[in-house]
Protein backbone atom coordinates (compact mmCIF):
# COMPACT_ATOMS: atom_id res chain seq x y z
CA UNK A 1 0.00 0.00 0.00
CA UNK A 2 1.68 3.60 -1.04
CA UNK A 3 1.00 6.58 2.00
CA UNK A 4 -0.67 9.45 0.83
CA UNK A 5 1.97 12.29 1.85
CA UNK A 6 -0.20 14.92 1.26
CA UNK A 7 -1.43 17.06 4.35
CA UNK A 8 -4.35 19.21 5.20
CA UNK A 9 -4.58 22.90 6.15
CA UNK A 10 -5.47 22.10 9.29
CA UNK A 11 -2.58 20.46 10.30
CA UNK A 12 -0.64 22.99 8.07
CA UNK A 13 -1.71 25.38 11.07
CA UNK A 14 -1.50 23.67 13.25
CA UNK A 15 2.07 23.05 12.72
CA UNK A 16 2.46 26.37 12.29
CA UNK A 17 1.38 27.52 15.50
CA UNK A 18 3.38 24.58 17.08
CA UNK A 19 6.73 25.97 15.65
CA UNK A 20 5.83 29.75 16.64
CA UNK A 21 5.06 29.26 20.41
CA UNK A 22 8.12 27.17 20.85
CA UNK A 23 10.14 29.72 19.40
CA UNK A 24 8.07 32.58 20.66
CA UNK A 25 8.61 30.50 24.24
CA UNK A 26 12.13 30.74 24.11
CA UNK A 27 12.40 34.49 23.93
CA UNK A 28 9.67 34.99 26.72
CA UNK A 29 12.36 32.92 28.97
CA UNK A 30 14.36 35.85 29.29
CA UNK A 31 12.45 37.58 31.20
CA UNK A 32 11.50 36.24 34.78
CA UNK A 33 7.93 36.85 36.71
CA UNK A 34 7.17 36.35 40.16
CA UNK A 35 4.25 35.98 42.07
CA UNK A 36 4.49 35.98 46.19
CA UNK A 37 7.07 34.07 46.25
CA UNK A 38 7.25 32.13 43.21
CA UNK A 39 9.43 32.56 40.25
CA UNK A 40 8.94 31.26 36.76
CA UNK A 41 10.25 32.29 33.08
CA UNK A 42 7.74 33.89 30.85
CA UNK A 43 8.11 31.41 28.74
CA UNK A 44 5.10 29.30 31.23
CA UNK A 45 3.13 31.95 29.12
CA UNK A 46 3.16 29.83 25.61
CA UNK A 47 5.49 26.66 25.89
CA UNK A 48 2.37 24.65 27.57
CA UNK A 49 0.85 25.30 23.96
CA UNK A 50 3.16 23.74 22.16
CA UNK A 51 2.32 20.31 24.00
CA UNK A 52 -1.62 20.57 23.66
CA UNK A 53 -1.24 21.34 19.95
CA UNK A 54 1.16 17.92 20.19
CA UNK A 55 -1.85 15.95 21.87
CA UNK A 56 -3.89 17.45 18.92
CA UNK A 57 -1.51 16.53 16.07
CA UNK A 58 -0.64 13.14 17.85
CA UNK A 59 -4.72 12.30 18.31
CA UNK A 60 -5.69 13.07 15.36
CA UNK A 61 -2.65 12.24 12.57
CA UNK A 62 -0.77 10.04 14.76
CA UNK A 63 2.97 9.67 15.46
CA UNK A 64 4.33 9.92 12.03
CA UNK A 65 2.96 13.68 11.28
CA UNK A 66 3.90 14.59 15.22
CA UNK A 67 7.15 13.27 14.45
CA UNK A 68 7.45 15.26 11.37
CA UNK A 69 6.15 18.77 13.38
CA UNK A 70 8.77 18.49 16.36
CA UNK A 71 11.79 18.61 14.03
CA UNK A 72 10.21 21.12 11.76
CA UNK A 73 10.01 23.13 15.05
CA UNK A 74 13.30 21.91 16.22
CA UNK A 75 15.30 23.33 12.74
CA UNK A 76 13.04 26.16 12.73
CA UNK A 77 14.18 27.25 16.58
CA UNK A 78 17.70 26.31 15.56
CA UNK A 79 17.68 28.73 12.61
CA UNK A 80 16.08 31.69 14.78
CA UNK A 81 18.61 31.24 17.56
CA UNK A 82 21.64 31.09 14.76
CA UNK A 83 20.43 33.93 12.97
CA UNK A 84 20.01 35.86 16.50
CA UNK A 85 23.99 34.84 17.64
CA UNK A 86 24.87 36.07 13.95
CA UNK A 87 23.43 39.51 14.85
CA UNK A 88 25.01 39.52 17.84
CA UNK A 89 28.47 39.44 16.63
CA UNK A 90 28.02 41.54 13.64
CA UNK A 91 29.13 45.34 14.38
CA UNK A 92 26.01 47.59 15.58
CA UNK A 93 25.48 50.97 14.05
CA UNK A 94 27.39 54.18 16.04
CA UNK A 95 23.93 55.90 16.82
CA UNK A 96 22.30 52.22 17.95
CA UNK A 97 24.88 51.59 20.59
CA UNK A 98 22.86 52.29 23.45
CA UNK A 99 20.05 49.01 22.69
CA UNK A 100 22.66 46.99 21.82
CA UNK A 101 23.19 45.33 25.69
CA UNK A 102 18.99 45.17 25.33
CA UNK A 103 19.18 43.20 22.06
CA UNK A 104 21.94 41.17 23.13
CA UNK A 105 20.46 40.29 26.13
CA UNK A 106 17.24 38.65 24.37
CA UNK A 107 18.67 36.96 21.26
CA UNK A 108 22.40 36.05 23.18
CA UNK A 109 21.09 32.80 24.33
CA UNK A 110 24.33 31.25 26.31
CA UNK A 111 25.20 28.27 24.13
CA UNK A 112 25.13 26.13 27.40
CA UNK A 113 21.27 27.40 27.39
CA UNK A 114 20.78 26.68 23.99
CA UNK A 115 21.86 23.52 23.69
CA UNK A 116 19.97 22.68 26.96
CA UNK A 117 16.67 23.72 25.36
CA UNK A 118 17.52 22.19 22.19
CA UNK A 119 18.00 18.64 23.76
CA UNK A 120 14.93 19.14 26.78
CA UNK A 121 12.37 20.30 23.89
CA UNK A 122 13.31 16.98 21.81
CA UNK A 123 13.36 14.40 24.24
CA UNK A 124 10.24 16.49 26.08
CA UNK A 125 8.08 16.24 22.83
CA UNK A 126 8.93 12.46 21.47
CA UNK A 127 8.04 11.38 25.24
CA UNK A 128 4.44 13.21 24.71
CA UNK A 129 4.04 12.32 21.10
CA UNK A 130 4.78 8.65 22.33
CA UNK A 131 3.23 8.31 25.22
CA UNK A 132 0.06 9.85 23.44
CA UNK A 133 -0.06 7.55 20.69
CA UNK A 134 0.43 4.18 22.92
CA UNK A 135 -2.38 5.29 24.99
CA UNK A 136 -4.78 5.98 22.25
CA UNK A 137 -3.84 2.17 21.05
CA UNK A 138 -4.34 0.62 24.54
CA UNK A 139 -7.56 2.70 25.57
CA UNK A 140 -9.18 2.00 21.75
CA UNK A 141 -9.49 5.88 21.25
CA UNK A 142 -11.66 6.29 24.60
CA UNK A 143 -10.42 8.52 27.47
CA UNK A 144 -8.88 11.71 25.64
CA UNK A 145 -8.42 13.74 28.85
CA UNK A 146 -6.48 11.46 30.24
CA UNK A 147 -4.44 10.22 28.05
CA UNK A 148 -3.52 13.83 26.99
CA UNK A 149 -2.88 15.00 30.97
CA UNK A 150 -0.79 12.05 31.57
CA UNK A 151 1.54 12.78 28.39
CA UNK A 152 1.74 15.97 29.37
CA UNK A 153 3.27 14.73 32.46
CA UNK A 154 5.69 12.64 31.34
CA UNK A 155 6.59 14.84 28.19
CA UNK A 156 6.87 17.88 30.61
CA UNK A 157 8.75 15.97 33.21
CA UNK A 158 11.35 14.44 31.00
CA UNK A 159 11.91 18.38 29.50
CA UNK A 160 12.20 19.20 33.08
CA UNK A 161 14.92 16.63 34.23
CA UNK A 162 16.87 17.68 30.99
CA UNK A 163 16.91 21.33 30.95
CA UNK A 164 17.14 22.16 34.67
CA UNK A 165 20.11 20.52 35.30
CA UNK A 166 22.34 21.14 32.04
CA UNK A 167 21.27 24.61 31.98
CA UNK A 168 21.66 25.52 35.97
CA UNK A 169 23.46 22.92 37.13
CA UNK A 170 25.61 24.68 39.39
CA UNK A 171 24.98 27.49 39.40
CA UNK A 172 21.93 27.39 42.15
CA UNK A 173 21.29 25.05 45.10
CA UNK A 174 19.79 21.90 44.72
CA UNK A 175 17.07 22.38 46.37
CA UNK A 176 16.14 25.28 44.49
CA UNK A 177 16.72 24.00 41.46
CA UNK A 178 14.42 20.74 42.28
CA UNK A 179 11.87 23.32 43.51
CA UNK A 180 11.73 25.29 40.18
CA UNK A 181 11.60 21.78 38.27
CA UNK A 182 8.69 20.64 40.33
CA UNK A 183 7.10 24.16 39.75
CA UNK A 184 7.19 24.27 36.08
CA UNK A 185 5.83 20.59 35.61
CA UNK A 186 3.09 21.71 37.83
CA UNK A 187 2.44 24.86 36.46
CA UNK A 188 2.31 23.61 32.81
CA UNK A 189 0.46 20.48 33.54
CA UNK A 190 -2.11 22.64 35.11
CA UNK A 191 -2.25 25.07 32.03
CA UNK A 192 -3.21 21.63 30.06
CA UNK A 193 -6.27 20.40 32.45
CA UNK A 194 -7.64 24.23 32.46
CA UNK A 195 -7.13 24.33 28.38
CA UNK A 196 -8.83 20.21 28.15
CA UNK A 197 -12.43 21.65 27.41
CA UNK A 198 -11.21 23.53 24.10
CA UNK A 199 -8.49 21.52 23.64
CA UNK A 200 -11.58 18.78 23.63
CA UNK A 201 -13.70 20.98 21.28
CA UNK A 202 -10.93 21.31 18.95
CA UNK A 203 -9.94 17.63 18.42
CA UNK A 204 -13.54 16.96 18.25
CA UNK A 205 -14.03 19.76 15.20
CA UNK A 206 -10.46 18.70 13.63
CA UNK A 207 -11.39 15.14 13.22
CA UNK A 208 -14.78 16.15 11.75
CA UNK A 209 -13.39 18.54 9.24
CA UNK A 210 -10.71 15.80 8.65
CA UNK A 211 -12.81 12.60 8.71
CA UNK A 212 -9.36 11.10 9.88
CA UNK A 213 -8.44 9.15 13.24
CA UNK A 214 -5.34 7.38 12.91
CA UNK A 215 -3.93 5.15 15.30
CA UNK A 216 -0.56 4.05 15.46
CA UNK A 217 -0.58 0.31 14.87
CA UNK A 218 2.14 -0.19 12.03
CA UNK A 219 5.03 1.94 12.69
CA UNK A 220 8.68 2.45 14.20
CA UNK A 221 9.03 5.22 16.65
CA UNK A 222 12.40 5.61 15.48
CA UNK A 223 12.12 9.72 16.38
CA UNK A 224 14.52 9.64 13.21
CA UNK A 225 12.64 7.76 10.38
CA UNK A 226 11.34 11.10 9.18
CA UNK A 227 10.37 9.95 6.16
CA UNK A 228 8.28 7.88 7.07
CA UNK A 229 4.99 10.08 6.95
Not at 163 to 187: D, S, Y
Request: aromatic fraction near 12%; proline fraction near 4%.
Amino acid sequence: MIRQRNVSVSFMLMGILFCTCLITSNLLETKILQFGTFTMTAGVLCFPISYILNDCICEVWGFRKTRLIIWTAFLMNFLVVALGQLAVMLPAADYWKESEPHFNFVFGLAPRIAASSFLAFLVGSFVNAYVMSRMKVSQQGRHFSVRAIASTLWGEGADSLIFFPLAFGGMMPVPELLKLMLLQVITKTAYEVLMLPLTIRVVRAVKQVEQTDTYDTDLTYNPLHVSDI
